[in-house]
């Protein structure tokens, strides 16, 4: 079974700062991964992913993540928070069985950015 | 570029009522989703369908649920007796290959 764990349901940088926002992911089989970004009173957006490869993926509006296997992580950081980030970020995993099988979602972080 | 489209937007009902949510998969796409997220809940899986059957479902998905591919092109999503607990934002996603699937703006399902 595949879980996903993010740490901080509520994150809140200054605008202009580092983003971090934090995954952990259990697979039993390699595991494709994702960040969605859901603005208020809308639908999931991809960010980026993470399928084989090279572990450091880059995605839209300036945010990228590493997957680490050895720590079981894919953080997404960001280097320069915009107030436009604000939002909530869900960390997902699928697992890559060659067959379209389900997301396993994380709770969610929001993201507050600050003047 | 395609996206996938939901309608209602919002829904209200009453309790023990069936609702219908519809969903336009993008066109050549093979796989088909549906999620749902209670407010201030995570999002949460209740099904795919491949090939014109189930392939998988989650334990949310019982007997009051069931999904069609009556053409083409739509992915319907039928609650038979609505539940106050279906209250909840449904996602239609859908997936070619490569894992990534690309979601709908949901239904906000509400059930009075």
Known sequence: ?115 | EPEVTQTPSHQVTQMGQEVILRCVPISNHLYFYWYRQILGQKVEFLVSFYNNEISEKSEIFDDQFSVERPDGSNFTLKIRSTKLEDSAMYFCASLLSGGTQYFGPGTRLLVL
């Not at chain 1, 953080?75 to 995993?93: G, I, N, Q, R, W």
């Open chain 1, 1 to 115: 079974a595949q879980s996903v764990t993010q740490l901080g349901s509520h994150v809140s940088v200054s605008e202009g700062a580092l983003v971090l926002l934090r995954c952990n992911y259990s697979s039993s089989v390699p595991p494709y991964l994702f960040w969605y970004v859901q603005y208020p009173n809308q639908g999931l957006q991809l960010l980026l992913k993470y399928t084989t490869g090279a572990t450091l993926v880059k995605g839209i509006n300036g945010f990228e993540a590493e997957f680490k296997k050895s720590e079981t992580s894919f953080h997404l950081t960001k280097p320069s928070a915009h107030m436009s980030d604000a939002a909530e970020y869900f960390c997902a995993v699928s697992e890559h069985t060659g067959t379209a099988s389900k997301l396993t979602f994380g709770t969610g972080t929001r993201l507050q950015v600050t003047l």
